[in-house]
C-alpha cells in the first residue's frame, strides 16, 4: 500500500510541476504564437504607409513664467 501511495504522490507532483510550466510559459508561447500567425497570414500591402505629423514636443511642458526658485 504504500508503493501506491508513493507513486500516486510523485504522479501528482509531476501534474502540479506540468500545470505550474504551463501557467508560467505558456501566455508567452500563445503570443508569439499569435503575432506570427497574424504575420503570415496578412500581406504588407493590405495596411497603408502611416503618415504621422507628430511634433517633436515634450508630453509635458512647464509654462514660460510659472518658474520657482528655491533657495
Given at each position: 500500500?504504500?508503493v501506491?501511495?508513493?507513486?500516486?504522490l510523485?504522479?501528482?507532483?509531476?501534474l502540479?510541476?506540468l500545470c505550474?510550466?504551463?501557467?508560467?510559459v505558456?501566455?508567452?508561447?500563445?503570443?508569439q504564437?499569435?503575432?506570427g500567425?497574424?504575420a503570415?497570414?496578412?500581406?504588407s500591402n493590405?495596411?497603408?504607409p502611416?503618415?504621422?505629423?507628430c511634433?517633436?514636443?515634450p508630453?509635458l511642458?512647464?509654462?514660460e513664467?510659472?518658474c520657482l526658485?528655491?533657495?
Amino acid at each position: 500500500m504504500a508503493v501506491n501511495q508513493t507513486t500516486a504522490l510523485k504522479v501528482g507532483l509531476c501534474l502540479l510541476g506540468l500545470c505550474l510550466f504551463d501557467y508560467i510559459v505558456g501566455p508567452p508561447l500563445y503570443w508569439q504564437f499569435m503575432e506570427g500567425l497574424v504575420a503570415f497570414s496578412h500581406t504588407s500591402n493590405t495596411c497603408p504607409p502611416c503618415l504621422c505629423d507628430c511634433s517633436f514636443q515634450p508630453l509635458l511642458t512647464i509654462p514660460e513664467g510659472c518658474c520657482l526658485t528655491i533657495a
